[in-house]
């Protein structure tokens, strides 16, 4: 069996066990727009009954001067210590805000199945960066998967899409096994597939491949970590 098949193995069985675990997410609520108001004055009336907000991110979205919000909601159970090294939640969300001129905010998007759930060792990073919101998720315990998602307002639809994401995966610690970098920009249609090739438990070499993708058109609301692999 070829190296890069070897190292692909342990990779899909955290994968598998991702899916497994978001089967059994779905007995908790999964968020939609539907369950969101339009319009509210503060963000608590963007919270759901039985979620709360773990955190808030300010950031510029839409172009003008007033700073808009993202919510991470999660379950009320969801204990409120978490560190880098618990699972993830068993199911959480991000909402999009965008300040009115004058107060209060306007629902920009919600991603209901964004957010890996379950999953070993979880940490998330949220950030605006340039009018992009930026999400970050490192889970994994032997086998660990870096995934960033970046989302931009698209003026003509008045929604977010996803413009790029980038997968990391590495088996901890570093051993014969190859390490793989995807980066994928949907604005240019290219995808770049880096491998790390390890001797001697440290990455010794990197060989690079560039392909031609779909200049693929995809809402907030429409990714699903599961179905998208």
Do not use: C
Request: hydrophobic share 35%; net charge neutral; charged share 25%.
């Amino acid at each position: 069996m070829p190296r890069s098949a070897t190292r692909l193995l342990p990779l899909l069985a955290l994968l598998a066990a991702t899916g497994a675990s978001a089967l059994h997410a779905q007995v908790v609520p999964r968020l939609a727009r539907a369950d969101f108001p339009l319009e509210g004055a503060g963000p608590g009336a963007f919270v759901p009954g039985g979620w709360k907000v773990a955190r808030t991110v300010e950031g510029h979205l839409n172009g003008d001067s007033i700073p808009d919000r993202v919510l991470h909601l999660v379950t009320e159970e969801t204990p409120d210590d978490r560190t880098g090294t618990d699972a993830a939640p068993e199911s959480q969300a991000l909402v999009i805000l965008l300040a009115k001129r004058g107060g209060g905010f306007r629902r920009g998007g919600v991603a209901g199945t964004l957010l890996q759930s379950g999953v070993p060792q979880y940490s998330l990073d949220l950030r605006v960066q340039r009018g992009v919101l930026i999400t970050e998720e490192d889970y994994g315990m032997s086998d660990v998967v870096q995934l960033r998602h970046r989302f931009r307002l698209d003026p003509a639809s008045g929604r977010f899409v996803l413009i790029g994401r980038d997968t990391y995966s590495y088996q901890r610690p570093l051993s014969r096994d190859d390490t793989f970098r995807t980066s994928e920009n949907y604005l240019t249609g290219v995808r770049i597939t880096t491998t790390g090739h390890v001797e001697g438990g440290v990455v010794a070499r990197e060989s690079e491949r560039r392909e031609t993708i779909p200049r693929s058109r995809v809402f907030f609301e429409d990714v699903d970590v599961v179905t998208d692999g």
